[in-house]
Nanobody, 117 residues
C-alpha cells in the first residue's frame, strides 16, 4: 500500500521560507507524477507544483520565481522549497502521487502553512 507522509509546515513571517517534504512508502511504478497542491479556507484545492519521473517540473503562475520542486529518488522524497512567502500562500498543502501505470492517485494527510506577521 502506498503512503505519502508530509512534513515541514508551520508558521512563518511574510518574506520567509519553508521547505516541505513528502516521503513515499510502498511500491510505485516507474511512471509517475508527484505534485504539491494547496487548499485555503473557502477555496478549491489547486495545483502548486509538479514533477514527473523524468524530472520535468511545472509551477503555478502564482508561485513562479518563489517556489521550486525537486525530488530525491534514493529517498523516495519530493520537496517543495518555498521562498518569499506571502500571506496568500497560507493553506493546507497536500502531497500527491499519480501512478501512471496503475492509474492510481494517492494523497498525503496535508500540512498547514501559515504566513503571518
Amino acid at each position: 500500500q502506498v503512503q505519502l507522509v508530509e512534513s515541514g509546515g508551520g508558521l512563518v513571517q511574510p518574506g520567509g521560507s519553508l521547505r516541505l517534504s513528502c516521503t513515499v512508502s510502498g511500491t510505485v511504478s516507474s511512471r509517475y507524477t508527484m505534485g504539491w497542491y494547496r487548499q485555503a479556507p473557502g477555496k478549491q484545492r489547486e495545483l502548486v507544483a509538479s514533477i514527473t519521473d523524468g524530472g520535468m517540473t511545472n509551477l503555478a503562475d502564482s508561485v513562479k520565481g518563489r517556489f521550486t520542486i525537486a525530488r530525491d529518488g534514493a529517498k523516495n522524497t519530493v520537496y517543495l522549497q518555498m521562498n518569499s512567502l506571502k500571506p496568500e500562500d497560507t493553506a493546507v498543502y497536500y502531497c500527491n502521487s499519480k501512478d501512471l501505470v496503475r492509474n492510481a492517485n494517492y494523497w498525503g494527510q496535508g500540512t498547514q502553512v501559515t504566513v503571518s506577521s
